[in-house]
């Protein structure tokens, strides 16, 4: 998953999915290139200057670069394509396979493979005669595309400085098409995440595609590449051998054959992004003539963001100084293009912000006062008030504060306990009260002027003792405290690190009572139901004994009449049955 919004051609982003929210980038990130938004980091393309800072110090792997390595297959596979390879890739091998890297890149398909050390060449003694016709001014060399996209979008005042004069890469690229043929595609290979930015801001596309070392090693896996199966070869080209020392600090300016003297100020070389700035700052007000060299990687190319190597800074400084000493001498040639370039306008139009804005901002994250402002960097930013700015530029969140995050949960934990239903009471080690909820005093009759005074003071500290003597780990139980004529569930810990025990008091008086009512309820509707059900027997014996008294009666009738009708059978009969129809009238 990308980041939101991704330019299918933006160089620089954010895998979203492996974002952690660390604000590491942020705090990396020269520029202030980039912004949180809904938790998540992204990559401002409007600021980035794909330097490649914040790919080689994310912990977590969450910042990447265009890969390109299908567009440079698709090239090969279509037609004649050369390579120009970054001098400083001598110092990710040994001496050994060094000379075998040609015999791989043809192996990869390229036509013609050659060292952008050509170009350098030819851009160091055409940066030397430019420096030559100002020697009053400032010249800022443009070999590195990243101080180049600093010096354009962030210090347009010192645009003027820079060297009219193209990368390294691109003249070696329009060299080749010039010797080649404008059908030949160029393919560069370098440390550089800002060279991919170059190529596309190139308005004559001298470069077709440029990868980094890291791709040239996945193309040798997929290519099954390897130098040991492989025989060596020269390259196509034989630059001249002080070119080769580009990658280093001050290599531009010994390949120009310009001298450097540390003790002078005339021509001064410096990498890594802080050192420039100093130097920058100090040649907006200068008034002599020098010329800077500046590498915006620590160290020069050699240290570049994807490099791909993790051999010390010290062995890859040997490394190139070997491949220099090893290597044929070339001759001095003459670019056979124009290497002139113009730089237009880039700096950066924001909309100015006030110090109201500033003002309020920190107000909100409870920093109005100096001294409530930590500037502890913890969000990315150096300062709080930067951090105000950034969120106002809404390239940052206020939940990026710690310290504000942090107030504003303990002010929701206050005001959970504060609101709680239920009694909380907090006693340090020596079951001292040090803070009471409304609810527990409403239970327990209390004011805050019991704080400082023994637990006992209101209930029974028997079990408080026994959960911070460590005898019981919980209490957990139901107590009836008679004073306050209260039935509470109690659940007594402690908290070992901060030295407190907690009390939180669950109200069960009225449910206790409505048990009792229910209970006696209960119990009267049960001696009730025995007394009807015996009275019901009762009444039912009695029944059973009238009828069969009733029974007898009736039988001794009928035996009666039985006799009086066997005397006269026809008078008698009818008497008696005008008896038992009285009998049963009257029923």
């Excluded at 070392?213 to 996945?218: A, C, K, L, S, V």
């Amino acid at each position: 998953m990308m980041e939101f919004g991704q330019n299918r051609n933006q160089v620089v982003f954010t895998n979203r999915a492996r974002c952690r929210d660390c604000c590491r980038c942020i705090r990396v990130c020269p520029v202030e290139a980039i912004g949180i938004r809904d938790g998540q980091a992204y990559v401002d393309e409007r600021r980035c200057i794909s330097c490649g800072t914040c790919i080689r110090e994310c912990p977590q792997k969450a910042k990447s670069y265009r890969r390109d390595v299908v567009e440079a297959q698709d090239l090969v596979q279509a037609g004649r394509v050369a390579v120009s390879l970054a001098p400083s890739f001598a110092c990710l091998f040994k001496e050994w396979q060094t000379r075998r890297i040609p015999s791989a890149l043809r192996k990869l398909g390229f036509s013609y493979v050659a060292e952008t050390a050509s170009g350098a060449e030819w851009v160091a003694h055409q940066t030397a005669d430019y420096v030559r016709t100002r020697p009053d001014r400032v010249s800022i060399t443009s070999a590195c595309p990243a101080v180049v996209q600093y010096v354009l979008r962030y210090r347009p005042a010192l645009r003027e400085a820079l060297v009219p004069v193209v990368s390294p890469m691109l003249a070696h690229a329009r060299a080749l098409k010039t010797r080649l043929g404008p059908e030949f595609k160029v393919v560069f290979i370098g440390p550089c995440v800002a060279k991919k930015a170059e190529v596309q801001a190139d308005p004559e596309r001298s470069v077709d595609v440029a990868l980094t070392f890291e791709e040239m090693f996945e193309w040798f896996d997929m290519a099954h590449v390897s130098l040991a199966d492989l025989e060596e070869s020269a390259f196509d080209e034989r630059p001249d051998k002080m070119a080769r020392l580009f990658p280093l600090e001050g290599g531009s300016l010994k390949a120009a054959a310009m001298p450097i003297d540390y003790c002078e100020s005339q021509a001064v070389t410096v990498s890594g992004f802080e050192p420039i700035c100093d130097v920058f700052d100090a040649a907006a007000t200068l008034q002599d003539g020098c010329v800077l060299e500046p590498l915006f990687c620590s160290q020069g190319c050699i240290n570049g963001p994807v490099i791909g190597c993790d051999v010390p800074l010290f062995e890859r400084k040997r490394a190139i100084l070997n491949y220099l000493n090893t290597s044929d001498e070339g001759s001095r040639t003459n670019s056979p293009a124009d290497l002139l370039q113009s730089f237009a306008d880039e700096s950066l139009a924001e909309e100015a912000i006030s110090e109201e804005q500033i003002r309020q901002v920190l107000a909100k994250t409870g920093k109005e006062k100096s001294e409530d402002q930590l500037n502890c960097g913890a969000c990315g930013y150096s300062t709080c008030r930067r951090q105000a700015i950034a969120v106002l530029r809404q390239m940052a969140e206020p939940e990026m504060c710690v310290s504000y995050v942090r107030r504003m949960a303990q002010r929701r934990t206050d005001r959970i306990i504060e609101t709680s239903p239920n009694g909380i009471i907090t006693l340090d080690e020596h079951l001292t009260i040090l803070h009471m909820n409304s609810s527990f005093k409403r239970l327990f009759m209390c004011t805050d002027a019991v704080c400082g005074k023994p637990v006992s003071y209101l209930m029974d500290a028997d079990p408080f003792q026994k959960v911070a003597s460590g005898r019981q780990e919980l209490f957990d139980d139901t107590v009836h405290h008679d004073k306050y004529n209260l039935f509470c569930h109690e659940i007594i810990y402690a908290l070992r690190p901060e030295g407190q025990v907690v009390g939180i008091f669950v109200n069960l008086t009225r449910a206790v009572k409505h048990k009792r009512k229910y209970d006696e309820l209960k119990s009267q509707t049960v001696q009730q139901a025995h007394s009807l059900l015996r009275h019901q027997v009762e009444m039912a014996g009695k029944i059973a004994e009238y009828l069969g008294q009733s029974t007898a009666e009736s039988e001794k009738l009928l035996v009666n009449l039985m006799q009086i009708a066997q005397d006269n059978p026809v008078q008698d009969k009818q008497e008696a049955a005008g008896w038992l129809k009285d009998i049963y009238t009257s029923k």
